[in-house]
C-alpha cells in the first residue's frame, strides 16, 4: 500500500486536517478518515456505505464500471471454465490454487466431515411442515454453536480453520435436511465418495426407495453455480458476518448473522423474488406493463434480479450463468422453457429502455441462476438456500482474515443523531 495525503479545511478556520490517502493494490484510492473525529472532531456520513471502505481485504476485486471481478487475482471466467467449487474455497481461504496433494487433503477434509450430529437433526422436527428452508437452515447452522466446544478458541488460528471447515463441510447437509422437511421426507446421509455439489443433489433427490443417479450436467452446472456465488467482497451478508465476528462471536453464530441478511430480497432472496416476478408475468404480452411498473416512482415493483450497488455494468456472473442456462435447459428441460424465453425477453426490452440504460441497471447473478435450479428440479424456497451454501466459503474466508488482521478492531459505527434534545422526565399523571 502505497500512501499520499489530502489537506481537509474548514470554511472559517485555516487549520489544515491532513489525511491520508491509502492506495491499494487496484481500484480507488481510500481517504483514511481514522483520525477525523480526533483531530477535527467530526465524523462522516455515508448510510449504506456508498463511498466508504469498510475493511482491508485481499480477497475479492470488483471493477463495478467495467464489470470485472477477480477472486484472489483470478478472473471469475477462467475459474467458471477451469475450476471447480472446492479449488476455488481452498482459494478464497487460503489465497492460493491448490497443489494436487493440497486439493486432494482440502477435499478430504470437507467431503468427510458432512455429517451433522443427530440432535441437530431432531430440530428438524420443532418446525412446522410448511416454514421457510432459509429459516430452517438460519436456526439449525446457528445452532452448531451449541456443538463443537472443541474448536471454538476464535484467538487460535487452528480452530478457526476447524470451524471455517465444519461449516463448508456440514451446509449442504443442514440445507438438504430442511428441503427433506418440507417434503415429509426422511433425511438421506450424505455420502463422502460423491464430489461436493453430487452429494447435495443425492441429500435432496435420493429417497430411502429409490437411489438418485446423479447426471454429471446438473452437478457440474451446480459446481458452477457455486463458483459464481462463492464471493464478492463487503456485500451486506458478508458485512454482517464480520460485523457479527468483530466482537469475538461464535463463527457457527456469525454464519447464522450473515445468511439471515443475505435472505433478503435487495441481496440473495433475489433468486426466489425472479422466479416468482417471471410467474406473476406469466407471458411476453405482459412485459412493457411490468417495465412500465418498475419505472413509476409511485409504484413499489422493481424488476428483480435487475440493478446492482457496485456493477453499473452487465454483471459478469449473469453472463456466463445465462451462457449456461442455454447448456442445461436444452439437455435437462424443454429447450423451450418458456420462463427463459420470458427472462430473456424482459431483459430485451429492460436493456434498451432509457431509464434502465440512465440508471445503468443490467441483470445480476440472480436474474438467470433460478432458471438452472428449475432446470434442477430445485423449488424456488430452497434457491437462497443454494447461494447460502456457497456463499460460506466466502463468509468464512472474511472471517479468517478479519481476525488474522492485528489491525482488526470491534466493528462499531457512528450516528448522525436526530432525535429528541434534552428534556425532563414527565411523571405519567401530569403526561397531557
Ligand atoms: N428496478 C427498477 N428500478 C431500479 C432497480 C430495479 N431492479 N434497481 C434500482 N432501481 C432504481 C432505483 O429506483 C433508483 O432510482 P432513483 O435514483 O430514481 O431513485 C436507482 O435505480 C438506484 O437504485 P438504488 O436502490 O438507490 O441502488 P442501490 O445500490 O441502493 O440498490 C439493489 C441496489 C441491488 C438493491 C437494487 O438495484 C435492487 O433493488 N435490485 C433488485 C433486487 C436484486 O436483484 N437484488 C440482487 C442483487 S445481486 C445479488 C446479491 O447481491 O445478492
Known amino acids: ?7 481537509l479545511t474548514f470554511e472559517g478556520s485555516d487549520k ?9 493494490s487496484d481500484g480507488p484510492d481510500t481517504l483514511d478518515i481514522t483520525s477525523l473525529y480526533k483531530e477535527a ?3 462522516t456520513y455515508d448510510p449504506g456505505f456508498l463511498s466508504t471502505a469498510s475493511c482491508n481485504s485481499s480477497i475479492t476485486y470488483i471493477d463495478g464500471d467495467k464489470g470485472i471481478l477477480r477472486y484472489r487475482g483470478y478472473p471469475i471466467e477462467q475459474l467458471a471454465e477451469q475450476s471447480s ?3 476455488v474455497a481452498h482459494l478464497l ?3 492460493e490454487l491448490p497443489k494436487k496433494t493440497e486439493l486432494n487433503d482440502f477435499s478430504n477434509i470437507i467431503t468427510r466431515h458432512t455429517m451433522i450430529n443427530e440432535s ?8 412446522h411442515y410448511d416454514a421457510h428452508p432459509m429459516a430452517m437452515v438460519i436456526g439449525v447452522v446457528g445452532s452448531l454453536s451449541a456443538f463443537y466446544h472443541d474448536s471454538t478458541d476464535i484467538k487460535n488460528p487452528r480452530h478457526r480453520e476447524i470451524s ?3 461449516l463448508i463441510s456440514k451446509m449442504p447437509t443442514i440445507a438438504a435436511a430442511a428441503y427433506k422437511h418440507n417434503r415429509g421426507e426422511p433425511v438421506i446421509y450424505p455420502r463422502n465418495d460423491l464430489s461436493y455439489a453430487g452429494n447435495l443433489l443425492h441429500m435432496m433427490m435420493a429417497t430411502p426407495c429409490e437411489d438418485y443417479v446423479i447426471d454429471p450436467l446438473a452437478e457440474k452446472a451446480l459446481d458452477l453455480l457455486f463458483i459464481l456465488h462463492a464471493d464478492h467482497e463487503q456485500n451486506a451478508s458478508t458485512s454482517t458476518m464480520r460485523l457479527a465476528g468483530s466482537s469475538g462471536s461464535n463463527p ?5 448473522a450473515g445468511a439471515s441478511s443475505l435472505w433478503g430480497p435487495a441481496h440473495g432472496g433475489a433468486n426466489e423474488a425472479v422466479l416468482n416476478m417471471l410467474k406473476e408475468i406469466g407471458h411476453a404480452s405482459n412485459v412493457e406493463k411490468y417495465i412500465a411498473k418498475a419505472k413509476d416512482k409511485d409504484d413499489p415493483f422493481r424488476l428483480m434480479g435487475f440493478g446492482h450497488r457496485v456493477y453499473k455494468n452487465y454483471d459478469p456472473r449473469a453472463k456466463i450463468i445465462r451462457e449456461v442456462c442455454y447448456e442445461v435447459l436444452n439437455k435437462l428441460a424443454d429447450a423451450n422453457n418458456p420462463l427463459f424465453e420470458l427472462a430473456m425477453n424482459l431483459e430485451e426490452q429492460a436493456v434498451s429502455d432509457d431509464y434502465f440504460v440512465e440508471k445503468n441497471l443490467y441483470p445480476n447473478v440472480d436474474y438467470y441462476s433460478g432458471i438452472i435450479y428449475r432446470a434442477l428440479g430445485i423449488p424456488e424456497s430452497m434457491f437462497t438456500v443454494m447461494f447460502a451454501i456457497a456463499r460460506t466459503a466466502g463468509w468464512v474466508s472474511h472471517w479468517m482474515e478479519m481476525l488474522d488482521d492485528p489491525r482488526h478492531r470491534i466493528g462499531r459505527p457512528r450516528q448522525l443523531y436526530q432525535g429528541a434534545a434534552i428534556r425532563d422526565y414527565v411523571p405519567l399523571e401530569q403526561r397531557a
Open 252 to 256: 457457527f453464530a456469525c454464519v447464522a
Open 1 to 7: 500500500m502505497s500512501s499520499k495525503n489530502a489537506f
Open 41 to 43: 472532531g467530526v465524523f
Open 164 to 166: 471455517a471447515h465444519r
Open 93 to 95: 481461504m487460503y489465497g
Open 85 to 87: 467449487f472446492l479449488e
Open 120 to 127: 441437530l437433526l431432531r430440530f428438524f422436527e420443532g418446525f
Open 16 to 24: 489544515a486536517i491532513p489525511l491520508n490517502i491509502v492506495s491499494g
